[in-house]
């Protein structure tokens, strides 16, 4: 059983930050990439960033250059540094572990940008 643990959501002020950290514990035999994906009110859920196992990482266009995502050496925690909020980054961000053979969900955690 594989379990993603997030932490790091709030609220903050329109050109704020947070950091959101996401770990991974349990039977894991190969984890091909590590991600977030975020699900504002009333919207479809979509990749926010990625990063894989060698590093790679892959960014939606509207967080590019405000938005960094990393991994610590063991690669299993992942990490979203998030600069420059603006409420249209307001949505329940989700954790996203891709393994060989399945995939694994985040509960959830909330991030809210005031104006």
């Known amino acids: 059983q594989v379990q993603l643990v997030e932490s790091g959501g709030g609220l903050v002020q329109a050109g704020g930050s947070l950091r959101l950290s996401c770990a991974a514990s349990g039977s894991i035999s190969s984890i091909n990439a590590m991600g977030w994906y975020r699900q504002a009110p009333g919207k479809q859920r979509e990749l926010v960033a990625t990063v894989t196992s060698n590093g790679s990482t892959r960014y939606t266009n509207s967080v590019k250059g405000r938005f960094t995502i990393s991994r610590d050496n063991a690669g299993n925690t992942v990490y979203l540094q998030m600069n420059s909020l603006n409420p249209e980054d307001t949505a329940v961000y989700y954790c996203?572990?891709?393994?060989?053979?399945?995939?694994?969900w985040g509960q959830g955690t909330q991030v809210t940008v005031s104006s």
């Open positions: 996203n572990l891709r393994a060989a053979w399945s995939e694994y």
